[in-house]
């Protein structure tokens, strides 16, 4: 029986190139593990990126056959996307292997370590990015293991999505899309907001509440956000946009391009950024960093030289005065969240949006129509392609035009593009003198490919 991480030393990870898989598997070679693993995207003679990224660092990789699970694994790792009928399930059970899904493995580490759980429907990659980049820069030498890969750990030619520090903190994301949150007992809890997406409210207030009462020190939460500051514990320690009751609260905020400035308890803070959720994201880590320990000044200094995450509002480039710009935005209020911060940057923002899975866009389908209509301009545009699906058993009585005609429906600018290889064409006679092309989407592997290949073409 597998109770801490010290119990085992051979380890075996089912779905290795996953991005919360390999962050977890990079950690634990991090600090001294023998690691191994396989994925479905790994084939005979074919270039694999991430298996490239992932045998540099000492992890061996295997064909999805079974070939790298032996009698000397101690431990096999599952996400929650594979099944108990995947063969190299069926041979660990075979073998007597303990098997354990990534969250839990996740919840043993956090417990060897003096653990910030960053937690909230939007925001826990770029906000546990941030807190990095300050402790590391005061020195503390810090872990982490993200959802999203770091621009300055990707500099160095990895994944991005994780680090071993010498330190004693470590950063992690506590995740409410699979109920895991509620098995972390972190140091300090961090709430970044609550807002409707995997689950009902009801639902995601019961996770939250079930978050703050497993943290064992400081929970701090964000007191602008309606359903988050429920949860608050001590208002001075919470962080906040623009709201008095919040300790460390965004004041004077100024988007200028690709650049803002706000004051936060005093201290003026520079960030290469945009979008106010961004600055609140920046008060949320300067929350926990300053109340452990780290000077504003010195919070202030590090987040001049924030360079960001993969694939969150990731600038692309310019042509021809129009800036591409990539997001990872895949729930309503992260989509209107990412059309509002590119507003300030042009005349005008055309939107593109892949909505993920059948089941989630019709849960969402009203929530999506009523916060995108809400903060198009009347020059701006909402451009979708039909829903993503990963294959499965879903029942396909939905379309992403629905959502397109519920949108026209409020005197917004919203089309449909059925495939997304044909967006470029239809939307060419739409750019402007001074445009933003936003392209939104998530889960879907080849998403990269497709934003890359849509600038390049432009």
């Known amino acids: 029986m597998i109770q801490k991480i010290e119990d085992f030393q051979n380890v075996f990870f089912i779905g290795v190139a996953g991005v919360g898989m390999s962050a977890v598997a990079q950690y634990l070679k991090g600090i001294g593990k023998n690691v191994a ?24 990789c295997f064909l999805q056959d079974g070939s ?3 009698k000397e694994t101690d431990l096999v790792v599952v996400s929650t996307a594979i099944e108990d009928t995947v063969f190299e399930v069926q041979k660990s059970r075979e073998l007597g292997i303990s098997i354990m899904k990534r969250s839990e493995l996740l919840a043993l580490i956090a417990k060897s370590k003096k653990t910030v759980a960053v937690g909230g429907t939007s925001g826990k990659s770029t906000t546990s990015a941030m807190l990095y980049q300050i402790l590391n820069d005061a020195g503390s030498s810090p872990s982490i293991i993200s959802g999203a890969g770091l621009t300055s750990i990707i500099k160095q030619g990895k994944i991005g999505n994780a680090a071993v520090g010498k330190g004693e903190w470590l950063i992690i994301e506590a995740d409410e899309s699979d109920g895991s949150i509620v098995q972390y007992e972190p140091e300090i809890g961090l709430l970044l907001n609550i807002d409707k997406d995997h689950q009902e409210i009801d639902e995601l207030l019961h ?25 608050s514990e001590n208002p001075h320690q919470d962080f906040g946009f623009e709201t008095e009751k919040a300790g460390y609260n965004v004041t004077d905020f100024v988007q200028n391009g690709f650049q803002q400035k706000f004051i936060l308890k005093q201290q003026e803070f520079t960030m290469n950024a945009i979008g106010e959720y961004n600055a609140e994201n920046a008060a949320a880590a300067v929350a926990v960093a300053h109340q452990i320990g780290v000077d504003l000044k010195t919070c202030a200094e590090s987040l001049s030289q924030y360079e960001g995450i993969y694939r969150r509002q990731q600038i692309l480039g310019e042509k021809n005065g129009i800036w591409v710009i990539d997001d990872y935005a895949h729930n309503p209020a992260k989509c209107a969240a990412s059309i509002k911060a590119c507003q300030p940057l042009a005349d005008k923002v055309i939107a593109w949006f892949q909505p993920h899975g059948y089941g989630p866009t019709r849960f969402l389908r009203t929530d999506f129509v009523e916060e995108i209509s809400k903060v198009l301009r009347p020059q701006d545009e909402i451009w979708m392609s039909e829903i993503f699906y990963a294959g499965g058993t879903a029942v396909k009585d939905i379309s992403a035009n629905d959502l397109v005609e519920d949108i026209q429906q409020k005197g917004k600018n919203a089309y449909f593009v059925e495939h997304r290889e044909d967006f470029l064409e239809a939307v ?25 290949d849509f600038f390049e073409k432009m």
Do not use: C, W
């Open 37 to 60: 693993g396989s994925d479905r995207y790994f084939h005979p003679n074919e270039y694999n990126k991430t298996k490239e990224q992932l045998e540099a660092e000492g992890i061996d």
């Open 68 to 70: 790298g699970i032996t």
């Open 207 to 231: 996770l939250f509440t079930v978050f703050k009462n497993n943290t064992k020190g400081l929970f701090i939460v964000n007191q602008s956000n309606t359903l988050s500051k429920k949860l």
């Open 428 to 452: 060419k006679p739409h750019f402007g003198t001074s445009s933003v092309v936003l392209l939104m989407g998530a889960r879907d592997p080849s998403l990269e490919t497709f934003t890359k």
